[in-house]
Nanobody
Framework: QVQLVESGGGLVQAGGSLSLSCAASGRTFTSYRMGWFRQAPGKEREFVASITWTGDITSYADSVKGRFTISRGSAKNTVYLQMNSLKPEGTAVYYC???????????WGQGTQVTVSS
């Protein structure tokens, strides 16, 4: 089993920055990648960014390219999402997820709220 705990959400003005963290614990040693997703009110959950467990491959949604950066911590079981130039449409609950078997994201955190005011 794997446990994921997000932190770092909050309220920020448009154009501002926030950094999210996700700490993974449990049986993580065989994991393939970690990712961030978000779900805005009334909308489906969408992909934001991902990074392989080794940290050598990253992927971003077009809507956040150039503004968000995903990275791995030195402890490797922590993933960060640096969000710059935030827009009001970025208001959502942000979820951390882990793909343990290179099939799908099978573990999810509880989510952290990010609110961007205009």
């Amino acid at each position: 089993q794997v446990q994921l705990v997000e932190s770092g959400g909050g309220l920020v003005q448009a154009g501002g920055s926030l950094s999210l963290s996700c700490a993974a614990s449990g049986r993580t040693f065989t994991s393939y990648r970690m990712g961030w997703f978000r779900q805005a009110p009334g909308k489906e959950r969408e992909f934001v960014a991902s990074i392989t467990w080794t940290g050598d491959i990253t992927s971003y949604a077009d809507s956040v390219k150039g503004r968000f950066t995903i990275s791995r911590g030195s402890a490797k079981n922590t993933v960060y999402l640096q969000m710059n130039s935030l827009k009001p449409e970025g208001t959502a609950v942000y979820y951390c997820a882990l793909d343990s078997r290179r099939l799908k994201y099978d573990y999810w955190g509880q989510g952290t709220q990010v609110t961007v005011s205009s």
